[in-house]
């Protein structure tokens, strides 16, 4: 292969990896946000827990990478849940910006909680066996073959659930009507909790992938990734499952490619940009419709 | 009621007795470090050798400051790895704890900030570790500072002399550069490398560049890739260079690494492991290559904390050693005498070498030396100047 097409699909792979991890959090936002249309600014820093726990199963309890994943992801879902019922479902028919407030307090508490325990950055030991293949020129390595592939698992699985499970079918229709849905027999309290539950568990297995592509975890290191994982369900149309994750692809791709093709100093500068114009374009983002199914 | 009020009257009164009796035999100095935030390896180090110091100090009577011998006590503040809370430490140690001199912080980008204060507020601040020239320079007439000193050498000197190591010692004719652009440090030093690197005749092939808390490199490092280097330099943080050649190589960059004096922590071997064996850095004193003064430090601070001490730790005593002989020179505690003091100060045999400030400048004269990372500890390979 010719070098600048072997250059472009190593960028291209960069992007899928980098994505994947966007889509699985980015999924936490917009699912909150289709079934309370609260914005969970928490849920960066239930990313970290995830990425804790991944450490703590991985380095005190020695599991290997499936008990691992497995470890991680219960955690933070139970982690998401109990959230939900200590400190958001007091404030259900409170201001929506109580809500958020609550959400910022909780996100500086993980945080903070986290610093006190764990001030040092921590080292994940590699859980995987590093393989790397060379594909003419293209470096693959087994960790991003598994990343991809097992975030866009969870995706579909998710997809599946929420579109042709009754338990989806009750999530859809809770965020349709919250008055009216509850009085048909739909368990208004144990459908939050489970999309909690759903949207966090995610997060950790985001969380348990990301510490193991980048083995140095700390306290801070879901701020700036949730940010990014919130742009993206913001961009793919807050609220709907599919452009969370599309979103999250296109935030991934313009972020690689922007360093990719121009220098690395304006890669923030000209991804915003090129998102905010996106914005402009379509308010509601890429499959949101304003007022129309969510979740 | 009256009883009452001269009761509250003369325990004031005896609590300003007991105020103005410390302030006569105690000397405080503040200290302000890393504790927490991305760096907290840096901080523990330099509150321990500060910590040490005071109390090497103390077991020997105090300070010998004109004639009466003053204990000294430290009060040591945590900015959170925060540029804002750099400054706001500074700021409540002089003014609230009112120190005599401040050592610290460590890192550029919070020296800067905390440099402004002790500069405007007239009060002696010495950085042990932040090697950016703008620390102890004035922003708006960009003449030295003259409250603001340093214990370590600057990022020009260190830039030229890995500029030059890499092209003598590795022969290696092209280099990238992977730097974090928000940080001063970091962004400092690339920039004097790559001045001094294409001076000497190399070629920079790839200048690349990331923004603090980015975790993911690959698009910069397939670039770096495509440039093929002979050599990679990462003026970055210990918590960074770990993720940046474990990137590497699974993108299966095969040039070595180079780096600078944020290397030189502990905490690098940690987090990095086997993927930085071989690799080089500049730094500012090696432990296992140390002169008569430094043996007994690193004896002392090894048997304290159970770690031999970074160079944070080294230049953190250094730092003290300066202030503590400036304070007996200057022979009162007074900041204006104190400040004076140590410009002038004869040289200073400190653990990290030889030091002395010039009569127009902040930064001590002294030599770097380049360490080598083998088996998992930090090995001396050769002294440098450019």
């Known amino acids: 292969m010719s070098e600048g097409i072997v250059y472009w699909l190593q960028q291209t792979l960069n992007a899928l990896q980098l994505g994947s991890i966007y889509a699985l959090i980015a999924l936490g936002y917009t699912m909150v946000y289709g079934i309370l249309t609260m914005i969970n600014f928490a849920h960066g820093d239930v990313f970290m827990i995830g990425a804790f726990f991944c450490f703590l199963a991985a380095v005190f309890l020695g599991l290997p990478f499936a008990p691992t994943l497995l470890l991680a992801m219960v955690g933070a879902a139970l982690l998401g849940v109990t959230i939900e019922r200590l400190a958001y479902k007091p404030l259900r028919h409170a201001p929506r910006v109580s809500a958020i407030i609550t959400a910022l307090g909780v996100g500086i508490f993980l945080e903070n909680f986290t610093l006190a325990l764990a001030p040092y950055p921590k080292n994940i030991p590699p859980l995987l066996e590093h393989v790397t293949w060379n594909l003419g020129g293209v470096s693959l390595s087994s960790l991003q073959v598994i990343i991809i592939l097992l975030s866009l698992g969870l995706m579909f699985l998710l997809d599946y659930v929420v579109h042709r499970t009754p338990v989806g079918m009750a999530m859809r229709a809770i965020s349709w009507d919250k008055t009216f849905v509850p009085l048909m027999g739909v368990p208004l309290d144990l459908i939050i909790s489970v999309t909690f539950a759903i949207g966090a568990g995610l997060a950790g297995a985001a969380g348990t992938m990301y510490a193991l592509a980048y083995p140095v975890i700390d306290p801070y290191m879901g701020i700036m990734v949730g940010w990014k994982a919130f742009i993206s369900a913001v961009v793919g149309g807050i609220g709907n499952i599919r452009g969370a994750m599309i979103g999250a692809f296109i935030l991934g791709g313009v972020e690689i490619m922007v360093t990719a093709f121009f220098p690395s100093t304006y890669r923030d500068f000209v991804a915003f940009t090129l998102l905010m114009l996106l914005i402009l374009v379509r308010p509601y983002g890429i499959l949101g419709k304003p007022r129309t199914q969510k979740v | 009621m009256r009883k009452a009020l001269s009761l509250l009257l003369f325990s004031v009164l005896v609590s300003l007795g007991v105020t103005a009796w410390g302030a006569g035999k105690t000397i405080k100095l503040g200290v302000i470090a890393e504790l927490t935030g991305d760096m907290p390896a840096v901080g523990t180090s330099c509150k321990n050798a500060a910590e040490m110091?005071?109390?090497?100090?103390?077991?020997?009577?105090?300070?010998?400051?004109?004639?009466?011998?003053?204990?000294?006590?430290?009060?040591?503040?945590?900015?959170a790895g925060k540029a804002d809370q750099s400054a706001a430490a500074a700021q409540k140690l002089i003014t609230q704890d009112a120190v005599l001199a401040i050592v610290g912080p460590n890192a550029s980008r919070y020296a800067i900030p905390a440099s402004e204060i002790a500069e405007s507020e007239k009060t002696v601040l010495i950085t042990p570790w932040s090697t950016n020239p703008k620390t102890t320079l004035d922003a708006t007439t960009n003449k030295p500072k003259k409250y603001v000193f340093r214990a370590c050498f600057i990022d020009p000197f260190q830039g030229g002399v890995l500029a030059k190591f890499a092209l003598e010692n590795l022969k290696a004719k092209k280099a990238a550069v992977l730097y974090d652009v928000a940080s001063d440090y970091n962004k400092g030093i690339a920039e004097v490398f790559k001045a001094n690197y294409e001076k000497l005749g190399g070629k920079i092939v790839a200048f690349e560049t990331y923004t603090t808390n980015d975790k993911d490199f690959s698009a910069q490092l397939t670039k770096i890739k495509d440039a093929k280097p002979d050599v990679i330099f990462l003026p970055n943080y210990y918590s960074e260079v770990p993720l940046q050649v474990q990137q590497a190589k699974r993108l299966g960059i095969t040039a070595p690494f180079i780096g600078s004096d944020s290397w030189g922590s502990n905490e690098l071997l940690t987090l990095g492991g086997a993927?930085?064996?071989?690799?080089?850095?500049?730094t500012h004193y090696a432990a296992d290559n140390a002169a008569p003064v430094a043996k007994k430090f690193i004896a002392d601070y090894e048997k304290a904390y159970g770690t031999k001490p970074d160079d944070v730790a080294a230049l953190t005593y250094d730092a003290f050693g300066l202030l503590f002989d400036s304070i007996q020179s200057a022979g009162k505690a007074d900041r204006e005498a104190v400040r004076a003091a140590l410009a002038t100060l004869p040289t200073y045999k400190g653990v990290t070498g030889d030091m002395k400030f010039q009569a127009d400048s902040r930064d001590p004269i002294k030599s770097a030396v380049i360490l080598q990372i083998k088996d998992g500890k930090f090995a001396y390979y050769t002294n440098a100047n450019p």
């Open chain 2, 53 to 79: 110091a005071v109390k090497e100090v103390n077991a020997a009577g105090g300070l010998q400051v004109g004639k009466e011998k003053m204990k000294v006590e430290l009060v040591v503040e945590d900015n």
């Open chain 2, 275 to 282: 993927d930085l064996n071989g690799y080089y850095f500049s």
